[in-house]
């Protein structure tokens, strides 16, 4: 699976951004899709995670109520609509596919990703 992320940018707190993670390759819905962070000298970081079918969503409790993942199959694309930013989500994110759903908040456990897309949240 290839996977590509955009829709990161420059945003002031309290607005909202979309990121898409778009797939190619391997049958993207036989996948579990996850949204992990990094930002500058931190650890890379679970934010978000969904099933194949997109009715379970795993959320990190940091973006909890703020953040919305989604998926579309037909279209090969995985959504992480952001709202209500703050500076502290400041981060690179990438998205990732992994079939393994008991370690689903477990980096390691990811076996694709994609190149990731920068998020700046200014205060």
């Known amino acids: 699976v290839q996977l590509q992320a955009s829709g990161g940018g420059l945003v002031q707190a309290g607005n909202s951004l979309r990121l898409s993670c778009a797939a190619s390759?391997?049958?993207?819905?036989?996948?579990?899709m996850g949204w992990f962070r990094q930002a500058p000298g931190k650890e890379r970081e679970f934010v978000a995670a969904?099933?194949?079918?997109?009715?379970?969503?795993y959320y990190a409790d940091s973006v909890k109520g703020r953040f919305t993942l989604s998926r579309d199959n037909a279209k090969n694309t995985v959504y992480l609509q952001m709202d209500s930013l703050k500076p502290e989500d400041t981060a690179v994110y990438y998205c990732?596919?992994?079939?393994?759903?008991?370690?689903?908040?477990?980096?390691?456990?990811?076996?694709?990703w994609g190149q990731g897309t920068l998020v700046t949240v200014s205060s």
């Open positions: 990732a596919a992994t079939n393994n759903l008991s370690k689903i908040r477990n980096a390691m456990e990811y076996l694709y």
């Open positions: 390759g391997r049958t993207f819905s036989n996948y579990y």
């Open positions: 969904i099933n194949w079918s997109g009715s379970s969503r």
